[in-house]
Nanobody, 127 residues
Framework: QVQLVESGGGLVQAGGSLRLSCAAS????????MAWFRRAPGEEREFVAAIRRSTSQTYYADSMKGRVTISRNNAENTVYLHMNSLKPEDTAIYYC????????????????????WGQGTQVTVSS
């Protein structure tokens, strides 16, 4: 069982940056493929970024590639999402997620690949 707690959200001006944190307990993050998703008002949950277990290969949504970076600090058992050049359309609740079984590459961007979720942290970008 994995417990995930997100933090670092808040209100930021367009063009600004934020670093979101996902603190894990119950297992080490290096044993899991970890991901960030977001849900904008009235929208479905959307893939943002993932970092694969063992290999630490990273994957990004096309819409945010170049503006976000996912990283993992194994000593702190924490996953981070750095976001730059934020836009009002980035406003959403951001969720951290961890898989249970090994996830194949074709599924790594899918909600169904992940079994453990944090409570979310709100990001609001003003113009």
């Amino acid at each position: 069982q994995v417990q995930l707690v997100e933090s670092g959200g808040g209100l930021v001006q367009a063009g600004g940056s934020l670093r979101l944190s996902c603190a894990a307990s119950g297992d080490t993050v290096s044993r899991r493929t970890m991901a960030w998703f977001r849900r904008a008002p009235g929208e479905e949950r959307e893939f943002v970024a993932a970092i694969r277990r063992s290999t630490s290969q990273t994957y990004y949504a096309d819409s945010m590639k170049g503006r976000v970076t996912i990283s993992r600090n194994n000593a702190e058992n924490t996953v981070y999402l750095h976001m730059n050049s934020l836009k009002p359309e980035d406003t959403a609740i951001y969720y951290c997620a961890a898989d249970r079984a090994s996830t194949i590459l074709s599924e790594i961007r899918q909600v169904r690949a992940y079994d453990y979720w944090g409570q979310g942290t709100q990001v609001t970008v003003s113009s």
